[in-house]
């Protein structure tokens, strides 16, 4: 469940309307919900009380240092991907025993720097990195604890960009070969075991592919048992999915209800990675009604958010509800709705009936809290947008819009080219 509600009319997040929000911090902004963060990683992770476990929050969801701070308040670790994120991370507090480092392509730099911060472990992706962490281990004269992230063949049923598990992946380790890997690491001084890491993809709405890859990873412990190679930390990643349109996932607790009996007799920490689920209907993007555009086989809303700001449906056609901010009785027509981008793939939907709008209107668009402004970028020179965070009747600038300043900061003109 979400704060997001029509109050009298018009939208609020919490008791706070967006309207407001709007005037105070101009248009297109990304705004979240403290108390729907809260009770969705109350969700998760009240589902898995009954096993040891970490909650470690996927930071490339939503990156924000408040975001973070807010999980790790409450209890919640990170799964981060990139020295950046380990900055966050730290910088957010999130207890170094709770970090979890996985990515296919971490370079020797952030594996030292993730080493010196002493984080929980390493999900190791390819055996060629299992000895460059090996290798920057033993020159800090320490061991990195780590877990192979194996890849259990499994079809999550999701959009082909985002699932990962499957043999053609280019993530982990395949799950065939996970033994000789384990061997090898075993062998090696800088590196100690302690666990097995596997995440087969995002967005998933049905439970079956879960249990069926932690079913094929416990067949991979008990044979690194029978070898001597004891694990002690089980992550599943993460995977969730969340409702944009009509999709019914389930919920945590039903997912835990299926795993965890697996887990039964086992002397394990699990660890689990969320990220959509916490964040995505957490937060929407508001943006405003520039223009209207009647075409002979199209009419447009052109508004000021574009792919820059949010580009799921422009890269996975992902659908993403919008809805006036202000309830009206307009009649309804088919448009899209798109930014001011230059690209024919700006858009934030296609075909999509929605009361005729006019400029000036502010449209939500719901379910953005997760890789949305964590995918922005500032193609056609445009200033990332503020990100605000309402708790209450109170609301809160945890980013403050760029000015054009900052995006010419680190750039230089060479002096060969000053004086042309
Ligand atoms: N753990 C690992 C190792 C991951 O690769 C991911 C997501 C997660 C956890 C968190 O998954 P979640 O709970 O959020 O599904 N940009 C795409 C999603 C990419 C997901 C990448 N990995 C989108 O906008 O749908």
Known sequence: MHEFRDIDGKLHCEKVSV???????????????????????????GAFAAVPHITAYAVKANSNLAILRLFAGLGGGADIV???????????????????????????????EALRAKILLFNVESAQELRVIDDVARKQKTRARISLRVNPHIDPKTH????????????????????????????????????VHHHIGSQLTDVQPFVEAMARVLELVDRLNDHGIAIRYLDMGGGLGIPYQNEEPPSPREMADAVLPLLRGRNVTLILEPGRVLVGNAGILVTKVLYTKEGEAKNFVVVDAGMSDLIRPSLYEAYHEIRPVARTSRPPRVVDVVGPICESGDFLAQNRELPSCEPGDLLAVMSAGAYGFAMASRYNS????????????????????????????????????KNA
């Open 19 to 45: 309207a407001k929000i709007a005037k105070a911090v101009g248009t297109p902004f990304y705004l979240y919900s403290h108390h729907t963060l809260a009770s969705h990683f109350a969700a998760v992770d």
């Open 82 to 112: 990139s020295g950046g994120e380990l900055f966050r991370a730290l910088k957010a507090g999130v207890p170094r025993s709770k970090i979890v480092f996985a990515g296919v392509g971490k370079n020797r730099e952030e594996i030292a």
């Open 160 to 195: 082909p960009y985002i699932s990962t598990g499957l043999k053609k992946s280019k993530f982990g380790i395949d799950i065939d070969t996970a033994l000789e890997h384990y061997k090898l690491a075993a062998t090696l001084k800088g590196i100690e075991v302690v666990g």
């Open 382 to 417: 445009r200033p990332f947008i503020p990100e605000v965070l309402v708790k209450g009747n109170r609301f809160f600038v945890i980013r403050a819009r760029e000015t054009y300043r900052d995006l010419v900061r680190g750039e230089a003109i060479p002096p060969f080219l």
